[in-house]
């Protein structure tokens, strides 16, 4: 048994030399980080109060418009201001429908050990999402494939610090988008056991998703709308819109009681003003007016505020990511956020192109963000690349080691104080001439006292070139090859598969979800 322990703990110079990418990893237990640390808060009493004023100006005398025939007449009955489709709100009655949102809730998958606590001090991590291109080191840039898609969720299944597997990792454009929710899901649910997003395109596509992720739950349907049980993700059409599919499909989400995340993607300098305070009030106004009809439609249903807001390339106009506007506007969004009591995400984003230097200093950024902000769920946390276009499993592993470090950070054991901890016995012990790798109180704790790095090269110069001199994306390669090799995917009982099969190929049948192609 010691031996097998400091196999799977073993760190450091030798640790690393058996893990320099030709196997799979030995990996971080699952486990739902917890964010101990006091938030970064940029804004003062005042800051929150201009914000929150200015947003409330937005949704009371310029108005959101909102491309969606019910949530107008939603509106119209709760007293609000509509204008064909312009809809102005008050701010008591905005406040009020917030109010009705739960600070703190879980999502649970078909595997109860999976389940997610949203708020609080939790920290949730998920896979990237809807890029339409994949990248790797064998193909280079190609359009998203079923064969890609299937990978990818592998990735989000096998590494126990993404938390909940989010939209497509990259898009199957192989697969008509008649039925290509219907495949996507089936791979999902089959693939893992974690929490599933589903998108919000249309009547046909989320209940579709509502009753797969019934099905592979094995649940009633009362049993399935008790409580929630996967989420979606809404962005609206910034500046000041929501298109009529994703008000419709978050409708009848919260109507079944799912968490639903609403999410302005507003761009300083192009879709929102180029101040980031300004872009964080538009963000916050477009947020809460979905929020407001969610709860209005279903009271205390779970809702999400998320963020967004970055800025883009004034010589370009090309987004940019993981910059410093975009983590003081993550952290201003997470002070909102804490003041209407809503639980947050945000994403971990870069605009570089492949894995290289860039792609992980700005991810950094925003994976930093989101930890400085409070966020509880944060999106694209692994593989994402070119600003959201595309899809790299590189790129994933090496996300990855970022993700665990985090986790590794937020560990109590690293700011333990214990007797134990200090060690005045062990420092006495070894004195001013001796060292502590003999130490007992090494021994005791050097298999576990430290982060055991996945894809790290932590050897000299010397050794690294002498074993080939393996760049960091091709380590990266090397693991993912090494992972599809071994990937066992999560049981799941046979009748409960053939019921999935059966509805999928049902609805196939029946023509999907309409389209005009």
């Given at each position: 048994m010691a031996d097998d322990a400091r196999r799977k703990r073993a760190g450091g110079r030798a640790g690393n030399a058996q893990r320099a990418g030709t196997a799979a990893i030995d990996q971080m237990p699952w486990r739902i980080p917890q964010n101990h640390d006091r938030p970064t808060e940029p804004l003062g009493p005042e800051g929150i109060e201009a914000i929150h004023k200015g947003a409330m100006r937005i949704l009371s005398e310029i108005g959101i418009r909102f491309l969606n025939d019910e949530a107008l007449a939603l509106f119209a009955k709760a007293g609000c201001k509509v204008d064909g489709q312009n809809v102005r709100m008050d701010e008591d009655f905005v406040m009020d429908m917030v109010a009705r949102a739960p600070r703190t809730f879980t999502v649970t998958p078909r595997n109860p050990d999976r389940m997610l606590p949203l708020g609080g001090k939790a920290l949730l991590f998920g896979n990237v999402s809807s890029p339409p291109n994949y990248w790797d080191m064998e193909r280079g840039k190609v359009s998203g494939f079923m064969d890609g898609f299937r990978d990818f969720i592998k990735l989000t299944q096998y590494?126990?610090?993404?938390?909940?597997?989010?939209?497509?990792?990259?898009?199957?454009?192989?697969?008509?988008?008649?039925?290509?929710?219907?495949?996507?899901?089936?791979?999902?649910?089959?693939?893992?056991?974690?929490?599933?997003?589903?998108?919000?395109?249309?009547?046909?596509?989320?209940?579709?998703?509502?009753?797969?992720?019934?099905?592979?739950?094995?649940?009633?349907?009362?049993?399935?709308?008790?409580?929630?049980?996967?989420?979606?993700?809404?962005?609206?059409?910034?500046?000041?819109?929501?298109?009529?599919?994703?008000?419709?499909?978050?409708?009848?989400?919260?109507?079944?009681?799912?968490?639903?995340?609403?999410?302005?993607?507003?761009?300083?300098?192009?879709?929102?003003?180029?101040?980031?305070?300004?872009?964080?009030?538009?963000?916050?106004?477009?947020?809460?007016?979905?929020?407001?009809?969610?709860?209005?439609?279903?009271?205390?249903?779970?809702?999400?505020?998320?963020?967004?807001?970055?800025?883009?390339?004034?010589?370009?106009?090309?987004?940019?990511?993981?910059?410093?506007?975009?983590?003081?506007?993550?952290?201003?969004?997470?002070?909102?956020?804490?003041?209407?009591g809503l639980p947050l995400r945000s994403s971990g984003v870069c605009a570089a192109n492949i894995p290289d230097g860039q792609a992980m200093w700005e991810t950094c950024n925003s994976l930093w963000a989101a930890v400085q902000s409070g966020t509880h769920m944060v999106y694209h946390a692994a593989g994402w690349l070119e600003g959201g276009l595309i899809a790299s499993p590189e790129k994933f592993i090496m996300d990855c080691e970022v993700l665990q470090m985090i986790q590794r950070y937020m560990e109590p054991v690293t700011w333990a104080t214990e007797p134990e901890d200090i060690a005045v016995q062990a420092i006495a012990d070894v004195g001013p001439d001796g060292h502590y790798f003999g130490v007992q109180h090494t021994q005791d704790r050097y298999t576990t006292a430290f982060y055991a790095p996945i894809v790290s090269d932590w050897r000299n110069y010397e050794a690294w070139e002498l074993d080939g001199s393996v760049e960091t994306p091709e380590r990266a390669h090397r693991i993912f090859k090494a992972i599809m090799d071994e990937f066992v995917p999560p049981p799941m009982d046979a009748g409960v598969r053939d019921e999935l099969k059966d509805f999928v190929a049902r609805r196939k049948a029946e023509g999907g979800a309409p389209t005009d192609f």
């Open positions: 590494f126990n610090c993404i938390h909940f597997a989010g939209g497509y990792p990259v898009e199957p454009v192989d697969v008509h988008a008649s039925v290509r929710h219907l495949d996507c899901l089936y791979e999902k649910l089959t693939l893992t056991d974690k929490v599933v997003h589903a998108y919000s395109l249309g009547k046909e596509r989320i209940e579709d998703a509502m009753e797969m992720v019934r099905i592979a739950g094995g649940l009633s349907h009362a049993e399935f709308r008790a409580k929630p049980r996967m989420f979606t993700n809404i962005n609206s059409v910034s500046p000041l819109k929501h298109d009529f599919p994703m008000i419709d499909g978050a409708l009848r989400c919260a109507r079944a009681g799912q968490l639903v995340v609403v999410t302005p993607f507003t761009l300083a300098g192009a879709m929102a003003p180029v101040t980031m305070s300004g872009a964080v009030a538009l963000s916050i106004a477009e947020a809460l007016s979905a929020i407001s009809l969610l709860q209005y439609a279903a009271p205390g249903s779970p809702s999400m505020i998320g963020t967004f807001t970055s800025n883009v390339d004034m010589k370009s106009g090309a987004p940019a990511f993981g910059t410093p506007e975009y983590m003081r506007a993550t952290q201003m969004t997470g002070q909102m956020a804490r003041f209407y």
